[in-house]
């Protein structure tokens, strides 16, 4: 950069009259002040320039931050961010040109500018390691020589996988990838850093090999597509993946998929312009959760062994079917432009999905568990559905053996099949031997820790502080910020309003899809019902006005009077809570509008009405007439009862353990 010649900012005119008035009038005042800077340097008035250069940089930042990533604002987007990271240096200022770099490197920076902006961040080191710049840059902030872990996890609190490849990238001459799974969009995931190496390979072996007529076809696109929706959902930002875009046709990216045999696990080349080598292997795949969630398990290699790595990587790669044009299509399909008339339909498409009772295309034809239900599981699927699509949750009250957590799993693949993600909170008892085992079976690409789709929780892991392996709270937060539903078994556990593990799922399910089952909503007190709806009416006590009650808890009140007069108990006698007829209750309430409005519950006896047509054949167990066992004390115990008289009648009964006395005592006790 020749310091005060100006850019010619003539191409951004096109967004907007005052935009560009704005960044012109900002980038001329800044070349002013630079200008009389070097002046005053040139003239030995050391005193004034430092402030000049100080204002100047200010001016050219904020003009800088004013363009937002896109193809439209390149070159200028860089050529202003790299100006403002030259006059930082001008200002002793290393930290504020690193992020004044990193800045430029989020948008589409070209080649030559890349260069340049690597040539500020090695001055930017120098800078910082200067004895006279100690005392203005912490040395954990230093962009080269951050010390790298012999062995990283990503554990919280430490140093992850991510952070150790955002250190070497920026001098970074060649990478080279070697994994098993990845996502496209996990390159947004390094702002744009990536793009300081001249060279990026990648080599993944899926676990079932793909052809090349597969690699191309619909499953390829369901595979990315989330991730990116994911990153999407962060931002409006798509400059990362317009970046990508470029370096794919210009195959300064190259991705290829190794199909001949399996790959387990993951490896990393970087090679340096300095002509370092660092080599990374362990387990972290090039996703979200391989970056940067536990748990990873990644080793840095010595030298020696990065060279045979090196040579097996080039002898994959060579043999590797190349997908950058199946990718470039992807992204594609993300970057489209969608009319205002599109937006609309896309709008009502998403208003309105849910909310039908009929089993759509979906159900029929590639659901893996809508086919395994029975009829009246499916009803039941359907009304919850409809039912959280009006009030944002539901309650599914089947008796016990009638299939409550095939419907939940019903709602759990359609949940997922809507990119939805989803936290499922079950007793300790039925996570392993149920719950993971039914989602693995049925929903296979759902598990994670919203890498995928679907993670799964003890009851008990609601409370559970930091331990060694993990961060129980952390994660709760993640759930609370980035969770769209959940699904919790045995909801009657947190009917209790005062309990900790009630107000901290309350707390969790705020805007969220809430689906609660319990074979028992009721236990001691109408109000049971009303402390699981909160989770979902969040505490509103007219939710259902609608309806007519303008007070859920009056309403129950009136119900638990009505109760108490056919249990005949007095208005003036307090309702002994052992007392609580669940039955009745149950029985007023099954034709109560707030119960059917909010509550799925069907008994045996429906369901056997339900399906005496379909081709279903249902089998319960039969009760059995009791029969009286015989039984006699003297018959099962009668020996020993003989042995303990015998033992009693001694003038000595106690027992004795001659074996533990000292052997002076042996004798006399004997």
Same mark, same amino acid.
């Given at each position: 950069?020749?310091?005060?010649?100006p850019?010619?900012?003539?191409?951004?005119?096109?967004?907007?009259?005052?935009?560009?008035?704005?960044?012109?009038?900002?980038?001329?005042?800044a070349? #002013?002040? +630079?200008?009389?800077a070097?002046?005053s340097?040139?003239?030995?008035?050391d005193?004034?320039?430092?402030? *000049?250069?100080?204002?100047?940089?200010?001016?050219?930042?904020?003009?800088?931050g004013?363009?937002?990533?896109?193809e439209l604002?390149?070159?200028?987007?860089?050529?202003l961010?790299r100006?403002?990271?030259e006059?930082?240096?001008?200002?002793?200022?290393?930290?504020?040109?690193q992020?004044? @770099?990193a800045?430029?490197?989020?948008?589409?920076p070209?080649?030559?500018?890349?260069?340049?902006?690597?040539?500020?961040? &090695?001055?930017?080191?120098?800078l910082?390691?200067?004895?006279h710049?100690?005392?203005? &840059?912490?040395?954990?902030?230093?962009q080269?020589?951050?010390?790298?872990?012999?062995?990283t996890?990503?554990?919280?609190?430490?140093?992850r996988?991510?952070?150790? *490849?955002?250190?070497l990238?920026?001098?970074?001459?060649?990478?080279?990838?070697?994994?098993?799974?990845?996502?496209i969009?996990?390159?947004?995931l390094?702002?744009?850093?990536?793009?300081?190496?001249?060279?990026?390979?990648?080599?993944?072996?899926?676990?079932?090999?793909?052809?090349?007529?597969?690699?191309?076809?619909?499953?390829?696109?369901?595979?990315?597509?989330?991730?990116?929706?994911?990153?999407?959902?962060? +931002?409006?930002?798509?400059?990362?993946?317009?970046?990508?875009?470029?370096?794919?046709a210009?195959?300064?990216?190259?991705?290829?998929?190794?199909t001949?045999?399996d790959?387990?696990?993951?490896?990393?080349?970087?090679?340096t312009?300095?002509?370092? &080598?660092?080599?990374?292997?362990?387990?972290?795949?090039?996703t979200?959760?391989?970056?940067?969630?536990?748990?990873?398990?990644?080793?840095s290699?010595?030298d020696?062994?990065?060279?045979?790595?090196?040579?097996l990587?080039?002898s994959?790669?060579a043999t590797?079917?190349?997908?950058?044009?199946?990718?470039? +299509? *992807?992204?594609?399909?993300?970057l489209?432009?969608y009319?205002?008339?599109?937006?609309?339909?896309?709008?009502?498409?998403?208003?309105f999905r849910?909310?039908?009772?009929?089993?759509?295309?979906?159900?029929?034809?590639?659901?893996?568990?809508?086919?395994?239900?029975s009829?009246y599981q #499916?009803?039941?699927?359907?009304?919850?559905?409809?039912?959280?699509?009006?009030?944002?949750?539901?309650l599914?009250?089947?008796?016990v053996?009638?299939?409550?957590?095939?419907?939940?799993?019903?709602?759990?693949?359609?949940?997922?099949?809507?990119?939805?993600?989803?936290?499922?909170?079950?007793?300790?008892s039925?996570?392993?031997?149920?719950?993971?085992?039914?989602?693995k079976q049925?929903?296979?690409?759902a598990?994670?820790?919203?890498?995928?789709l679907?993670?799964?929780?003890n009851?008990?892991?609601?409370? #559970?502080? &930091?331990?060694?392996d993990?961060?129980f709270?952390?994660?709760?937060?993640?759930?609370?910020d980035q969770c769209?539903?959940?699904?919790?078994d045995?909801?009657?556990?947190?009917?209790?309003?005062?309990?900790?593990r009630?107000?901290k799922l309350?707390?969790?399910?705020?805007?969220?899809?809430?689906?609660?089952?319990?074979?028992t909503p009721?236990?001691?007190?109408?109000?049971?019902?009303?402390?699981?709806?909160?989770?979902?009416?969040? #505490?509103?006590?007219?939710?259902?006005s609608?309806l007519?009650i303008?007070?859920?808890?009056?309403?129950?009140?009136q119900k638990?009077?009505?109760?108490?007069?056919?249990?005949?108990v007095?208005?003036?006698?307090d309702?002994?809570?052992?007392?609580?007829d669940? @039955?009745?209750?149950e029985?007023?309430?099954?034709?109560?509008?707030?119960?059917?409005?909010?509550?799925?519950?069907?008994?045996?006896?429906?369901?056997?009405?339900?399906?005496?047509?379909?081709?279903t054949?249902?089998?319960?167990?039969e009760?059995?007439?009791?029969?009286v066992?015989?039984?006699?004390?003297?018959?099962?115990y009668g020996?020993?009862?003989?042995?303990?008289?015998?033992?009693?009648?001694?003038?000595?009964?106690?027992?004795?353990?001659?074996?533990?006395?000292?052997?002076?005592l042996?004798?006399?006790?004997?």
């Amino acid at each position: 950069m020749n310091f005060g010649e100006p850019i010619n900012l003539n191409s951004i005119e096109s967004l907007g009259e005052h935009l560009y008035q704005e960044v012109a009038s900002l980038h001329d005042e800044a070349m #002013r002040l +630079t200008t009389k800077a070097l002046e005053s340097q040139h003239n030995n008035n050391d005193e004034s320039a430092p402030a *000049l250069f100080f204002q100047a940089l200010e001016k050219e930042r904020t003009a800088a931050g004013m363009l937002e990533p896109a193809e439209l604002v390149e070159p200028l987007r860089t050529k202003l961010f790299r100006n403002a990271a030259e006059l930082a240096l001008k200002c002793d200022d290393p930290e504020s040109a690193q992020k004044l @770099v990193a800045e430029a490197m989020l948008g589409i920076p070209p080649r030559n500018l890349v260069d340049e902006l690597r040539e500020i961040l &090695v001055s930017t080191a120098k800078l910082a390691s200067a004895p006279h710049a100690g005392s203005k &840059v912490r040395e954990s902030k230093k962009q080269f020589g951050l010390p790298f872990n012999v062995l990283t996890t990503n554990l919280p609190r430490r140093n992850r996988f991510l952070e150790q *490849l955002l250190a070497l990238l920026p001098k970074a001459e060649t990478v080279d990838i070697l994994v098993s799974d990845y996502e496209i969009a996990s390159f947004l995931l390094f702002s744009g850093q990536w793009q300081f190496a001249d060279r990026v390979r990648m080599v993944v072996g899926r676990s079932t090999p793909q052809s090349v007529n597969q690699v191309g076809n619909n499953r390829f696109h369901d595979r990315h597509s989330p991730a990116i929706e994911r990153e999407k959902a962060k +931002t409006d930002d798509l400059s990362g993946l317009l970046a990508v875009k470029g370096a794919l046709a210009e195959k300064r990216l190259q991705v290829g998929i190794h199909t001949k045999d399996d790959i387990c696990g993951a490896a990393y080349v970087i090679k340096t312009r300095q002509g370092e &080598v660092h080599g990374f292997l362990g387990s972290a795949d090039f996703t979200e959760n391989g970056l940067i969630h536990p748990l990873q398990l990644m080793a840095s290699l010595p030298d020696e062994h990065c060279a045979e790595l090196t040579h097996l990587f080039d002898s994959l790669h060579a043999t590797s079917l190349n997908v950058n044009e199946h990718l470039t +299509t *992807l992204i594609d399909h993300h970057l489209r432009e969608y009319t205002p008339y599109q937006i609309y339909l896309k709008g009502l498409y998403e208003y309105f999905r849910g909310r039908e009772i009929t089993a759509g295309v979906w159900e029929s034809k590639d659901s893996k568990v809508y086919r395994i239900l029975s009829d009246y599981q #499916r009803d039941g699927y359907r009304q919850l559905l409809h039912i959280a699509g009006k009030y944002g949750g539901a309650l599914l009250c089947d008796g016990v053996g009638l299939g409550k957590t095939f419907i939940a799993l019903m709602l759990i693949e359609r949940l997922v099949h809507e990119r939805k993600r989803v936290a499922v909170i079950v007793p300790k008892s039925t996570r392993e031997a149920i719950w993971e085992v039914l989602i693995k079976q049925y929903i296979p690409n759902a598990q994670g820790l919203f890498g995928n789709l679907v993670v799964i929780y003890n009851h008990t892991d609601l409370l #559970r502080v &930091v331990t060694q392996d993990r961060d129980f709270p952390a994660e709760m937060d993640q759930i609370r910020d980035q969770c769209d539903a959940i699904v919790v078994d045995e909801a009657h556990h947190f009917r209790n309003l005062s309990s900790r593990r009630h107000q901290k799922l309350f707390e969790l399910a705020g805007n969220k899809l809430v689906f609660l089952l319990t074979a028992t909503p009721i236990n001691n007190s109408l109000f049971d019902l009303q402390h699981l709806m909160d989770f979902f009416t969040r #505490r509103d006590d007219n939710r259902f006005s609608h309806l007519g009650i303008n007070s859920i808890r009056g309403h129950l009140i009136q119900k638990e009077r009505a109760i108490e007069a056919m249990m005949g108990v007095a208005e003036s006698e307090d309702l002994v809570i052992s007392d609580f007829d669940t @039955v009745a209750a149950e029985r007023i309430l099954r034709d109560d509008t707030l119960f059917r409005e909010a509550v799925v519950q069907r008994s045996r006896a429906y369901v056997r009405k339900r399906e005496q047509f379909s081709e279903t054949i249902l089998e319960f167990p039969e009760r059995q007439s009791p029969k009286v066992a015989g039984y006699s004390l003297m018959n099962t115990y009668g020996g020993l009862l003989g042995e303990l008289r015998k033992a009693f009648d001694r003038d000595d009964p106690l027992p004795q353990a001659a074996h533990l006395l000292p052997d002076g005592l042996c004798a006399e006790a004997g």
